[in-house]
């Protein structure tokens, strides 16, 4: 009976201690510059959002904030960086779609539901279902119609195996019981000039990408993959409202630490993020992108991660997806 209590006792001490030290360290942090993992290369969205983000933390925390970006293997070698980091606060992910898809396509390194911790949601933008203006539909229903007349005929331009763009074209064939071919480009750049040219018919991109062109009416918009439409498209429907019930793929962004970060220091973060998405110049800077800030503090956010894993997991095995 003494040794149950005396280890009871010793359990205590420790939690106690453990929080008297995750006190001290939110009181006191950040006492050094703070490095957020950007999984992909330089100049895309994700970086875009990423530096902004940590420019305003800057401001807000007192210490520099800076951005590595780590691209690789599907955003896989960025994550995994930051699953083995100290769980300190001073590494954090700037996380995004690849974070609820990359488990259903690969062996990971890292366990993706042990390794970190979710901080906040920032933002989301819709996918934007685009045509070329010699496809001879004006709604998704007419485009439905035409891919269940013409199975496997019409071509749709990915930018990437396992990518938000690939993943929301295959969902949207499950959804809407149709067939098309899926061709894979290495980026944004060459999937749009392909689908420009009207060698592909189809892409599902994001609106950054396709605002332009829609702008100049080389590329028809027939819907955007959102719960509800674009301020920056507002007489484009959703792809749910046109026809295929149900839908939604969109991209988002948000910040996750690794597991073992001091809840303390995560509430923190979650704090000064809030204040942060209510700015202006960050509302700006997502209407820019094509998207809108849409927080999340932790919990939700967890929620929300684990609604996305299920339903990618369901589109990689249901379209039998393959890593490349």
Same mark, same amino acid.
């Given at each position: 009976m003494k040794k149950i209590v005396k280890s009871l006792f010793v359990i205590m001490l420790v939690g106690v201690i453990s929080l008297f030290y995750g006190m001290v360290a939110a009181q006191t942090y950040p006492t050094k510059p703070i490095r957020i993992i950007v999984p992909f290369a330089p100049g895309g969205s994700n970086d875009i959002i990423g530096r902004q983000i940590a420019a305003r933390l800057t401001e807000r925390l007192g210490k520099q904030v800076i951005v590595e970006n780590r691209g690789g293997a599907g955003a896989v070698i960025g994550m995994e960086l930051v699953a083995n980091s100290e769980p300190d606060g001073y590494t954090l992910l700037l996380s995004g779609n690849a974070y609820t898809i990359a488990p259903s396509l690969y062996k990971l390194p890292y366990d993706p539901v042990k390794a970190f911790v979710p !901080?906040?949601?920032? $933002?989301? #933008?819709?996918? !934007?279902?685009?045509?070329h203006p010699s496809v001879p539909v004006n709604s998704v229903k007419e485009l439905?119609?035409?891919?269940?007349?013409?199975? $496997?005929?019409?071509?749709? /331009?990915?930018?990437?195996?396992?990518? *938000?763009?690939?993943?929301?074209?295959?969902?949207?064939?499950?959804?809407?019981?149709?067939? *098309?071919?899926?061709?894979?480009?290495? #980026?944004?750049?060459?999937? /749009?000039?392909?689908q420009l040219g009207g060698h592909s018919q189809i892409m599902f991109g994001s609106l950054t990408l396709a605002m332009p062109h829609i702008?100049?009416?080389?590329?028809? +918009?027939?819907?955007?993959?959102?719960?509800?439409?674009?301020? !920056?498209?507002?007489?484009? &429907?959703?792809?749910?409202? /046109?026809?295929?019930? #149900?839908?939604?793929s969109s991209i988002w962004w #948000?910040?996750? /630490?690794?597991?073992?970060? &001091?809840?303390?220091?995560?509430?923190?973060?979650?704090?000064?993020? +809030?204040?942060?998405?209510?700015?202006?110049?960050?509302?700006?800077? *997502?209407?820019d992108q094509g998207a809108e800030v849409d927080y999340m503090g932790p919990e939700e956010f967890g929620k929300f991660i684990s609604a996305e894993t299920a339903k990618w997991a369901r589109v990689v095995k249901e379209g039998n997806i393959k890593a490349e």
């Open positions: !901080v906040a949601r920032l $933002g989301t #933008g819709p996918a !934007v279902l685009t045509i439905i119609a035409l891919a269940k007349q013409k199975p $496997g005929k019409l071509i749709c /331009a990915s930018v990437g195996v396992g990518t *938000f763009n690939h993943l929301g074209a295959e969902l949207f064939k499950i959804m809407a019981g149709v067939d *098309f071919m899926i061709v894979q480009f290495k #980026g944004g750049g060459p999937a /749009a000039a392909d702008k100049s009416e080389k590329l028809k +918009a027939l819907g955007v993959g959102g719960l509800k439409r674009s301020a !920056v498209l507002p007489n484009v &429907p959703t792809i749910a409202e /046109a026809g295929v019930p #149900g839908y939604e #948000g910040i996750h /630490a690794p597991a073992g970060t &001091p809840k303390t220091i995560v509430d923190r973060l979650d704090k000064e993020l +809030a204040v942060i998405l209510t700015s202006p110049e960050t509302q700006k800077m *997502f209407h």
